[in-house]
């Protein structure tokens, strides 16, 4: 599995040392045992570990960035902070803006703070983490547009972190799902909601280890 750290890599600009960073902390993700929402192990479980989104799923999301020229980005689920720095890449490449980070658990959070720090300037400063539960941190204060929504958080949690963000999401936006097939049983109404065209997807499954599902909003078919 470290064998995908260099390739994702090389498909990311980035200084020496945020690179060299990315490297440590994949490979520390990549040898803990895996951990998904929707299998028997309890929650508290992940609370040690990164259950960091994989080095080349990392580098698709920050290439879609990159493509669609997102400045604007909420990430549901951020743990250690891994993917919240290949979104601030991408954020801070297409002209700055904002990567908005969401983590309930406060070891985590100050261990992403950790991280980002060691980035320096031009990842950190495009980030704001909200700490709490994200039913309530992305009550308010959202863009007023929102490019892109990262969803990496537990599944159950999916649908109404979905339904927080849709109101701002701009026609175009990205929405990326993690793990949908790997939790296919826990993502089942999303991925329902997603497919159902009235609500203004469109979207399909990559089929890296687990499942990535990336959907585009193409708004309301009958507007
Ligand atoms: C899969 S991990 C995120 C990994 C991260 N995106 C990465 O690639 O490095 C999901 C995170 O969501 C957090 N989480 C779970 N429930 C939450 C809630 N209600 N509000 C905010 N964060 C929550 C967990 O603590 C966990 O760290």
């Given at each position: 599995?470290?064998?995908?750290?260099?390739?994702?890599?090389?498909?990311?600009?980035?200084?020496?040392?945020?690179?060299?960073?990315?490297?440590?902390?994949?490979?520390?993700?990549?040898?803990?045992?895996?951990?998904?929402?929707?299998?028997?192990?309890?929650?508290?479980?992940?609370?040690?570990?990164?259950?960091?989104?994989?080095?080349?799923?990392?580098?698709?999301?920050?290439?879609?960035?990159?493509?669609?020229?997102?400045?604007?980005?909420?990430?549901?689920?951020?743990?250690?902070?891994?993917?919240?720095?290949?979104?601030?890449?991408?954020?801070?490449?297409?002209?700055?803006?904002?990567?908005?980070?969401?983590?309930?658990?406060?070891?985590?959070?100050?261990?992403?703070?950790?991280?980002?720090?060691?980035?320096?300037?031009?990842?950190?400063?495009?980030?704001?983490?909200?700490?709490?539960?994200?039913?309530?941190?992305?009550?308010?204060?959202?863009?007023?547009?929102?490019?892109?929504?990262?969803?990496?958080?537990?599944?159950?949690?999916?649908?109404?972190?979905?339904?927080?963000?849709?109101?701002?999401?701009?026609?175009?936006?990205?929405?990326?799902?993690?793990?949908?097939?790997?939790?296919?049983?826990?993502?089942?109404?999303?991925?329902?909601?997603l497919d159902?065209p009235?609500?203004g997807f469109r979207s399909t499954?990559?089929?890296?280890?687990?499942?990535?599902?990336v959907a585009v909003y193409v708004?309301?078919?009958?507007?």
């Open positions: 599995m470290t064998s995908t750290i260099e390739p994702a890599l090389a498909s990311v600009v980035a200084s020496p040392s945020t690179l060299a960073l990315l490297r440590e902390l994949h490979t520390a993700a990549l040898t803990e045992p895996a951990y998904v929402s929707t299998d028997e192990q309890p929650a508290s479980v992940a609370l040690e570990r990164f259950v960091a989104l994989e080095p080349d799923k990392c580098a698709l999301v920050y290439l879609l960035l990159r493509a669609s020229g997102a400045r604007h980005v909420v990430e549901a689920g951020t743990s250690f902070g891994v993917s919240t720095i290949y979104l601030a890449l991408a954020v801070g490449q297409n002209g700055g803006g904002k990567v908005i980070a969401t983590e309930n658990e406060p070891v985590k959070a100050a261990r992403a703070r950790e991280h980002w720090r060691r980035t320096g300037e031009n990842v950190e400063k495009w980030i704001e983490l909200r700490e709490g539960d994200i039913c309530e941190t992305l009550k308010a204060d959202l863009p007023e547009k929102v490019d892109a929504l990262l969803l990496d958080i537990w599944a159950v949690l999916a649908m109404p972190t979905l339904a927080l963000v849709k109101p701002r999401l701009r026609i175009g936006a990205l929405v990326i799902v993690d793990n949908v097939i790997a939790g296919a049983a826990g993502y089942k109404d999303l991925l329902l909601y159902d009235n609500n499954t990559a089929p890296y280890p687990g499942g990535l599902c708004g309301d078919v009958n507007a």
